[in-house]
Each structure stands twice: as structure tokens, then as C-alpha cells.
């Protein structure tokens, strides 16, 4: 290959990767996840957790109830805005990294994962709410 071909190639490449969304999310602990809710008045905070732990055990103010295992079928109910802040949640920080992962491939890029749980959040002396 010459070394013209090459460039382009290498060139092309580079900015390529600068376009893809983002293939990660980041994992907090209660007291950092706490902070970005009030840091953040408008994020989007999703509840992973089937509707019955919703009724049982409390969410967290201003959620909404999502199932992990539904969220990319979801769509309409997520933000429009692509580049939102997402803050995603589940019982004990399992089922919320799949609901994150899901988020990612809908092409979201600003999600952020309670890696603890809500059993952490209540652990660490944050409230819940029962509606």
C-alpha cells in the first residue's frame, strides 16, 4: 500500500472515532450520586426495577419507572436530547448496568450508574419516596 493511501486510511480512521457515541458509562457511589441530583435538576433519573419493587421499596424523588429489561423498547419515554444527563438505578447495582448499556446502544452518551443501588441509598441515609 502506498504511503498516500495509507494517510488516508490513518486520516479517515482518526476521525472516525472522534463521531462514535459513547461506548462506557460511569458507576458512583451514593453520596457522588446524591451530589449530581442536585447538581443537576433536569437529569433523567431511571429506575431499572420492575414495578413492584417501585411499590415496595420506595424510589428515589422524580424518577421514573423504566424495567431494565424493557429500555430499548422505551424509547418514547426517554429524553429526546441524546447528550442528557441520564442517572440510572436498579435494587443493587446489577440490573441498572444492563439498563446503562441499553441506554448507550439508543445512542445515549451521558449516562451515569448508582452502583450501589437503592439498597445503598437508603444504607447511606438517603431518602425514598412510596407513591
Not at 417501585?54 to 426517554?78: F, N, Q, R, Y
Request: glycine content about 8%; hydrophobic content about 35%.
Amino acid at each position: 500500500m502506498n504511503s498516500k493511501v495509507l494517510a488516508v486510511l490513518l486520516t479517515s480512521t482518526i476521525l472516525l472515532s472522534g463521531c462514535t457515541s459513547a461506548t462506557n458509562w460511569e458507576r458512583v457511589d451514593a453520596d457522588e450520586f446524591a451530589e449530581l441530583i442536585d447538581n443537576n435538576p433536569e437529569a433523567f433519573i431511571l429506575d431499572a426495577r420492575t414495578s413492584g419493587e417501585w411499590s415496595d421499596d420506595g424510589h428515589l424523588s422524580g424518577a421514573v419507572l423504566i424495567p431494565h429489561d424493557t429500555v430499548k423498547d422505551s424509547e418514547g419515554d426517554l429524553p429526546s436530547d441524546k447528550d442528557e444527563l441520564i442517572l440510572v438505578y436498579c435494587r443493587s447495582g446489577s440490573r441498572s448496568q444492563t439498563a446503562a448499556q441499553s441506554l448507550l446502544d439508543l445512542g445515549y452518551t451521558n449516562v451515569i450508574d448508582l452502583e450501589t443501588g437503592i439498597n445503598g441509598w437508603k444504607s447511606a441515609g438517603y431518602e425514598v419516596v412510596y407513591e
